[in-house]
């Protein structure tokens, strides 16, 4: 991006619980992901605990939909933000707007509750130490996810540094989204087609991710000439980061840790 760069501002946090059940839900009889029983309360809200016990993060909400079942069950619990089409894109949106001291806000899953106030903390340290960037966004090493959490099944991508696994955290800049929402909408409308991704990044670019040639220098740069931004990578060395419920196998494995963790409370 052009133009004078921003101050480091103040960071805020917005926790995705966008869309209606999936099959998980709907399996535990609840009627969003983000709703299933962590030790008593909303998953959801597990998440945003460990958001909120970070000193760094200055504001902290909930992106929903309008209406949907995450609201209905928080209205008068948390801060939320609600998007009438429940668009990942508009709940950013509407997250910057409820959070006018925020330059940027970190982007946190629902489905994390095992997430930690140290690992929030450091991420958020890396984001504020990068005033220049507009889009951060965090990996774990595969090999500390699977040792952390062995029955759980996570994608990985093979580089010349090693193989690792995103993170359900990151953070974008209120420059970025109001700059470049619709290039941001693309790409993550295309991340679950092939199809779409070869379009998007090139079948030459794909052919090398998948024997393990690039490094994640390269996947940096191809990332700001798709977005038209400056993007940095930070590696995180919280397993938890990488670990998100998908599974029955999984919600059975976040529920014993976090039980585990906090001493049964």
């Known amino acids: ?28 009889g609840v009627a969003h992901k983000a709703l299933l029983d962590i030790a008593g309360e909303p998953m959801v809200l597990r998440v945003k605990e ?14 929903c939909l309008q209406g949907g079942p995450v609201a209905e069950a928080l209205r008068g619990r948390a801060e939320l933000v609600e998007a009438k089409g429940g668009s990942f894109l508009e709940g950013i949106q509407r997250g910057f707007e409820a959070m006018p001291e925020a330059a940027r806000v ?18 958020a340290g890396e984001v504020l130490a990068s005033p220049e960037m507009d889009v951060v966004y965090a990996i774990v090493d595969i090999g500390l996810v699977r040792k952390a ?17 995103a993170a359900g955290i990151s953070a974008v800049s209120r420059r970025f989204i109001e700059n470049c929402g619709a290039t941001l909408t693309e790409a993550f409308a295309a991340r679950k087609s092939k199809l779409a991704m070869a379009r998007l990044l090139g079948w030459d670019f794909l052919a090398r991710l998948a024997v393990g040639s690039l490094s994640l220098a390269d996947i940096v740069k191809r990332a700001e ?23 029955p196998g999984d919600l059975a494995s976040a529920r014993q840790a976090f039980t585990r963790i906090n001493g049964g409370s």
Do not use: Q, W
């Open 1 to 28: 991006m052009s133009g004078n760069e921003e101050p480091a501002g103040a960071l805020g946090a917005l926790v995705l619980a966008n869309g209606l059940a999936d099959k998980l839900a709907t399996k535990f």
């Open 50 to 63: 460990a958001v909120d016990a970070c000193p760094r993060v200055k504001h902290s909400v909930i992106a």
């Open 106 to 123: 970190l982007l946190v899953t629902c489905d994390m509750p095992l997430l930690s106030p140290e690992a929030v903390t450091e991420f």
């Open 149 to 165: 959490y062995p029955e759980t099944h996570r994608t990985a991508i093979r580089l010349r540094e090693g193989s690792y696994t």
């Open 225 to 247: 000439e798709l977005l038209k931004c400056r993007c940095r990578a930070v590696t995180l060395p919280y397993p938890e980061c990488g670990f998100d419920v998908d599974t």
